[in-house]
Protein backbone atom coordinates (compact mmCIF):
# COMPACT_ATOMS: atom_id res chain seq x y z
CA UNK A 1 0.00 0.00 0.00
CA UNK A 2 1.17 3.01 -0.99
CA UNK A 3 1.51 6.14 1.60
CA UNK A 4 -1.09 8.10 -0.94
CA UNK A 5 -3.47 4.61 -0.40
CA UNK A 6 -2.73 4.74 3.55
CA UNK A 7 -4.13 8.80 3.57
CA UNK A 8 -6.97 7.94 1.58
CA UNK A 9 -7.70 5.07 3.87
CA UNK A 10 -7.68 7.38 6.86
CA UNK A 11 -9.74 9.73 4.88
CA UNK A 12 -12.68 7.49 4.39
CA UNK A 13 -12.17 6.14 8.02
CA UNK A 14 -12.72 9.65 9.21
CA UNK A 15 -15.45 11.06 6.41
CA UNK A 16 -18.73 11.29 6.77
CA UNK A 17 -21.02 8.38 4.95
CA UNK A 18 -23.32 10.97 3.32
CA UNK A 19 -26.61 9.00 1.27
CA UNK A 20 -25.30 8.41 -2.35
CA UNK A 21 -27.42 7.40 -5.47
CA UNK A 22 -26.50 4.20 -7.67
CA UNK A 23 -24.83 5.21 -10.15
CA UNK A 24 -21.42 4.17 -10.61
CA UNK A 25 -18.79 5.90 -12.07
CA UNK A 26 -16.77 4.30 -15.63
CA UNK A 27 -13.08 3.57 -15.16
CA UNK A 28 -11.56 3.49 -18.84
CA UNK A 29 -8.52 3.43 -21.22
CA UNK A 30 -8.24 5.53 -24.15
CA UNK A 31 -7.52 4.58 -26.72
CA UNK A 32 -9.17 1.42 -25.24
CA UNK A 33 -6.75 -0.36 -27.95
CA UNK A 34 -3.72 0.22 -29.46
CA UNK A 35 -1.43 -1.43 -32.27
CA UNK A 36 2.25 -0.61 -31.92
CA UNK A 37 5.01 -2.34 -33.50
CA UNK A 38 8.40 -3.68 -31.27
CA UNK A 39 10.17 -1.04 -30.19
CA UNK A 40 7.70 1.72 -30.12
CA UNK A 41 6.35 3.57 -27.25
CA UNK A 42 2.58 4.23 -26.39
CA UNK A 43 0.70 6.12 -24.22
CA UNK A 44 -3.05 4.66 -22.57
CA UNK A 45 -4.92 7.81 -20.75
CA UNK A 46 -6.70 6.06 -17.47
CA UNK A 47 -10.24 7.87 -17.89
CA UNK A 48 -12.97 8.99 -15.32
CA UNK A 49 -16.09 8.94 -17.30
CA UNK A 50 -20.39 8.84 -15.91
CA UNK A 51 -19.45 11.18 -12.85
CA UNK A 52 -23.25 11.87 -11.92
CA UNK A 53 -23.30 14.19 -8.81
CA UNK A 54 -19.46 11.97 -8.15
CA UNK A 55 -16.13 13.75 -7.40
CA UNK A 56 -13.02 12.23 -7.19
CA UNK A 57 -10.82 12.90 -3.96
CA UNK A 58 -8.54 10.47 -3.84
CA UNK A 59 -7.41 7.36 -5.53
CA UNK A 60 -4.72 4.41 -5.40
CA UNK A 61 -4.98 2.31 -8.63
CA UNK A 62 -3.21 -0.67 -9.80
CA UNK A 63 -3.29 -1.41 -14.02
CA UNK A 64 -1.64 -5.09 -14.73
CA UNK A 65 -0.04 -5.70 -17.99
CA UNK A 66 1.99 -8.32 -19.66
CA UNK A 67 5.38 -7.85 -18.80
CA UNK A 68 6.86 -9.91 -21.73
CA UNK A 69 4.82 -7.70 -24.40
CA UNK A 70 4.84 -4.32 -22.40
CA UNK A 71 7.31 -2.59 -19.83
CA UNK A 72 6.08 0.37 -17.80
CA UNK A 73 8.01 3.70 -18.32
CA UNK A 74 6.15 6.97 -16.53
CA UNK A 75 3.27 7.93 -15.34
CA UNK A 76 2.27 11.50 -15.87
CA UNK A 77 -0.90 12.84 -13.66
CA UNK A 78 -3.65 15.46 -15.31
CA UNK A 79 -4.55 18.09 -13.05
CA UNK A 80 -8.51 17.63 -12.72
CA UNK A 81 -7.99 16.80 -8.83
CA UNK A 82 -5.67 20.13 -8.67
CA UNK A 83 -2.52 21.27 -10.13
CA UNK A 84 0.28 18.54 -8.27
CA UNK A 85 3.19 21.36 -9.61
CA UNK A 86 1.19 24.37 -7.84
CA UNK A 87 0.95 21.95 -4.36
CA UNK A 88 -2.88 21.33 -4.90
CA UNK A 89 -2.57 17.43 -4.83
CA UNK A 90 -0.22 15.04 -4.02
CA UNK A 91 0.87 11.82 -6.35
CA UNK A 92 3.03 9.08 -6.21
CA UNK A 93 3.44 5.94 -8.25
CA UNK A 94 5.94 2.80 -8.63
CA UNK A 95 6.98 0.62 -11.80
CA UNK A 96 9.01 -1.39 -9.97
CA UNK A 97 6.99 -4.87 -10.03
CA UNK A 98 6.98 -5.62 -13.65
CA UNK A 99 3.42 -6.11 -14.98
CA UNK A 100 2.16 -3.84 -12.54
CA UNK A 101 1.84 -0.16 -12.15
CA UNK A 102 1.19 1.52 -8.55
CA UNK A 103 -0.27 5.15 -8.80
CA UNK A 104 -1.68 7.16 -6.54
CA UNK A 105 -2.96 10.57 -6.14
CA UNK A 106 -4.35 12.79 -3.20
CA UNK A 107 -6.14 16.30 -3.56
CA UNK A 108 -6.08 18.80 -1.58
CA UNK A 109 -9.22 20.82 -3.01
CA UNK A 110 -12.33 21.11 -1.35
CA UNK A 111 -15.64 19.57 -2.98
CA UNK A 112 -16.58 23.10 -5.28
CA UNK A 113 -12.91 23.28 -6.68
CA UNK A 114 -13.45 19.59 -7.41
CA UNK A 115 -16.40 20.53 -8.98
CA UNK A 116 -15.25 22.96 -11.07
CA UNK A 117 -12.02 20.84 -12.46
CA UNK A 118 -14.49 17.19 -13.13
CA UNK A 119 -17.13 18.82 -15.58
CA UNK A 120 -17.14 16.00 -17.71
CA UNK A 121 -14.99 12.64 -18.91
CA UNK A 122 -11.71 13.32 -17.16
CA UNK A 123 -8.44 11.45 -17.62
CA UNK A 124 -6.56 10.93 -14.20
CA UNK A 125 -3.48 9.87 -15.55
CA UNK A 126 -1.30 8.96 -18.45
CA UNK A 127 0.76 5.44 -18.76
CA UNK A 128 3.80 5.16 -21.11
CA UNK A 129 4.74 1.81 -22.04
CA UNK A 130 7.31 0.54 -24.21
CA UNK A 131 6.43 -2.53 -26.64
CA UNK A 132 9.02 -5.24 -26.03
CA UNK A 133 7.72 -8.48 -27.40
CA UNK A 134 4.85 -9.42 -30.06
CA UNK A 135 1.44 -10.43 -29.02
CA UNK A 136 -1.54 -9.10 -26.96
CA UNK A 137 -1.12 -7.60 -23.21
CA UNK A 138 -4.84 -6.32 -21.80
CA UNK A 139 -4.69 -3.39 -19.43
CA UNK A 140 -6.97 -4.38 -16.49
CA UNK A 141 -7.62 -2.46 -13.41
CA UNK A 142 -7.05 -4.35 -9.74
CA UNK A 143 -9.70 -3.43 -7.45
CA UNK A 144 -9.29 -4.13 -3.14
CA UNK A 145 -9.00 -2.80 -0.01
CA UNK A 146 -6.01 -0.52 -1.11
CA UNK A 147 -6.97 0.07 -4.53
CA UNK A 148 -9.80 2.23 -4.96
CA UNK A 149 -11.11 6.14 -6.01
CA UNK A 150 -12.13 7.69 -3.03
CA UNK A 151 -14.80 11.18 -3.08
CA UNK A 152 -14.29 14.12 -1.39
CA UNK A 153 -16.48 13.24 2.44
CA UNK A 154 -14.34 10.10 1.92
CA UNK A 155 -16.75 7.84 0.02
CA UNK A 156 -15.69 4.79 -1.57
CA UNK A 157 -16.94 5.32 -4.57
CA UNK A 158 -18.68 2.47 -6.49
CA UNK A 159 -16.76 1.62 -10.25
CA UNK A 160 -17.34 -0.08 -13.48
CA UNK A 161 -14.16 -1.39 -15.04
CA UNK A 162 -13.16 -1.26 -18.62
CA UNK A 163 -10.42 -3.12 -19.78
CA UNK A 164 -8.01 -2.12 -22.42
CA UNK A 165 -5.25 -4.09 -24.42
CA UNK A 166 -2.15 -3.49 -26.33
CA UNK A 167 -1.74 -5.54 -29.64
CA UNK A 168 1.87 -5.41 -30.45
CA UNK A 169 2.30 -5.88 -34.15
CA UNK A 170 5.64 -7.83 -35.24
CA UNK A 171 6.78 -6.39 -38.79
CA UNK A 172 6.30 -8.29 -42.06
CA UNK A 173 9.56 -8.97 -43.81
CA UNK A 174 10.67 -6.08 -45.97
CA UNK A 175 9.65 -6.28 -49.70
CA UNK A 176 13.24 -6.33 -50.71
CA UNK A 177 14.61 -8.80 -48.03
CA UNK A 178 11.75 -10.98 -49.78
CA UNK A 179 13.12 -10.59 -52.85
CA UNK A 180 16.30 -11.31 -51.97
CA UNK A 181 15.35 -14.60 -50.28
CA UNK A 182 13.63 -15.55 -53.89
CA UNK A 183 16.62 -14.65 -55.80
CA UNK A 184 18.55 -16.76 -52.78
CA UNK A 185 16.92 -19.30 -53.07
CA UNK A 186 17.05 -19.46 -57.10
CA UNK A 187 20.62 -19.25 -57.21
CA UNK A 188 20.39 -21.68 -55.38
CA UNK A 189 18.31 -24.17 -57.56
CA UNK A 190 20.69 -23.21 -60.44
CA UNK A 191 23.92 -24.55 -58.67
CA UNK A 192 22.20 -27.63 -57.84
CA UNK A 193 20.38 -28.26 -61.10
CA UNK A 194 24.09 -27.42 -62.72
CA UNK A 195 25.96 -29.87 -60.28
CA UNK A 196 24.08 -32.46 -61.19
Do not use: C, K, W
Not at 25 to 45: E, K, R
Not at 46 to 67: H, I, K, N, Q, R
Amino acid sequence: MTRLAALALALFAMGAFAARDASALTLSFSPSSVSAGIGDSVGVDVVVSDLGTDLVAAFDLDVLYDPSVLHATSVAFGVHLGDPAAFEAFTDFNLATAGRVDFAELSLLDAAQLGALQTGPFALATLQFDVVGGGVSTLAYRFDANNLLVGPRGEVLDVVVRDGSVVAVVPEPTAALLFAVGFALVGLHTRRARAA
